[in-house]
């Protein structure tokens, strides 16, 4: 069955980088592409950006101003995700979500806190 | 960037009841391909979401059948013909025809 495993819960100062990794399994890695989307904290979902794990492309939120960067590694079947210049706005779960949103990961919880 | 509006923002349902919730899209949702990438998800609290519904009214694998889908162009609903206790969490549109994905504010749904 598909599985997405990410990487373990983070804890940040401000000004610093977090990059976030999402295993995957059970299917073949570029068959679906990949989002990010996180969730502050009683708020919505908020998608941050998408990257097609075949050839590369990437689609990135306005709203982060080149602070993210989505990255995969087809080999280990992994995406990753990396929010720099974090901010205590930035505390949140970040998730990893394939496709039409059809399977996600289980979250990763960044705080950002001095 | 496509804004996603539900409504209502809270329902309390007896169990065995129907509820409904309905999504608006500030833009059609029909794609250049001709299909409408509107989906559904629901969260349970301290969980992921997960997929309930894609193109509108396709349920996706495992999901039952209380769960429905329709609309077209702008306006959305999701309804469950008969609230069970598992049923409970938030519900989310979400907007699959252009970038940036768009998310609606969720729906809390609650038992009475």
């Known amino acids: 069955q598909v599985q997405l495993v990410q990487s373990g819960a983070e804890v940040k100062k401000p000004g610093a980088s977090v990059k976030i990794s999402c295993k995957t399994s059970g299917y073949t890695f570029t068959n679906y592409a990949m989002h990010w989307v996180r969730q502050a904290p009683g708020q919505r979902l908020e998608w941050m950006g998408w990257?097609?794990?075949?050839?590369?492309?990437?689609r990135d939120s306005q709203k982060f101003q080149d602070r993210v960067t989505i990255t995969r590694d087809t080999s280990a079947s992994t995406g990753y995700m990396e929010l720099s210049s974090l901010r205590s706005e930035d505390t949140a779960m970040y998730y990893c979500?394939?496709?039409?949103?059809?399977?996600w990961g289980q979250g990763t919880l960044v705080t950002v806190s001095s | 960037d496509i804004v996603m509006t539900q409504t209502p923002l809270s329902s309390p349902v007896t169990l065995g009841q129907p509820a409904s919730i309905s999504c608006r899209s500030s833009?059609?949702?029909?794609?250049?391909?001709?299909?409408?990438?509107l989906s559904w998800l629901h969260q349970r609290p301290g969980q992921p979401p997960r997929l309930l519904i894609y193109k509108i009214s396709k349920r996706f694998s495992g999901v039952p059948d209380r769960f429905s889908g329709s609309g077209a162009g702008t306006h959305f609903t999701l309804k469950i013909s008969r609230v069970e206790a598992e049923d409970v969490g938030i519900y989310y549109c979400v907007q699959g025809t252009q970038f940036p994905r768009t998310f609606g504010q969720g729906t809390k749904l609650e038992i009475k």
């Open positions: 979500a394939l496709g039409g949103f059809d399977y």
């Open positions: 990257i097609n794990t075949g050839d590369g492309e990437r």
């Open positions: 833009q059609s949702l029909v794609h250049s391909d001709e299909n409408t990438y």
